[in-house]
């Protein structure tokens, strides 16, 4: 079993910036893969980036709408997960979810909303 954790939504005006974290605790094995989704009102789910462990760093992707505005990251000693959000847009406007994967295995946090709104 995996737990996760997000924190870090919030309010905040179009063109600014947000960082979420997810605390992941329980078996945490390598390799494995941390990603973040979303889902807005009235929307599917959808990936905004992941994060693989290995190499310097892990291997990450992005979602086309939010390459060069968001990074992912990881701090493995910590096993925690982060989503630093700049140049937020109000289509950014959704809740958050963190994922842990490692086949056959899907865990899922509870969400945190952010919403971009002046």
């Known amino acids: 079993q995996v737990q996760l954790v997000e924190s870090g939504g919030g309010l905040v005006q179009p063109g600014g910036s947000l960082r979420l974290s997810c605390a992941a605790s329980?078996?945490?094995?390598?390799?494995?893969?941390m990603a973040w989704y979303r889902q807005a009102p009235g929307k599917e789910r959808e990936l905004v980036a992941s994060?693989?462990?290995?190499?310097?760093?892990?291997?990450?992707d992005y979602a086309d709408s939010v390459k060069g505005r968001f990074t992912i990251s990881r701090e493995y000693t910590k096993n925690t997960m982060y989503l630093q959000m700049n140049s937020l847009k109000p289509e950014d406007t959704a809740v958050y979810y963190c994922?842990?994967?490692?086949?056959?295995?899907?865990?899922w946090g509870q969400g945190t909303q952010v919403t971009v709104s002046s």
């Open positions: 994922q842990f994967r490692r086949n056959p295995y899907v865990y």
């Open positions: 329980g078996s945490i094995f390598s390799p494995n893969t």
């Open positions: 994060i693989t462990s290995g190499g310097i760093g892990g291997i990450t």
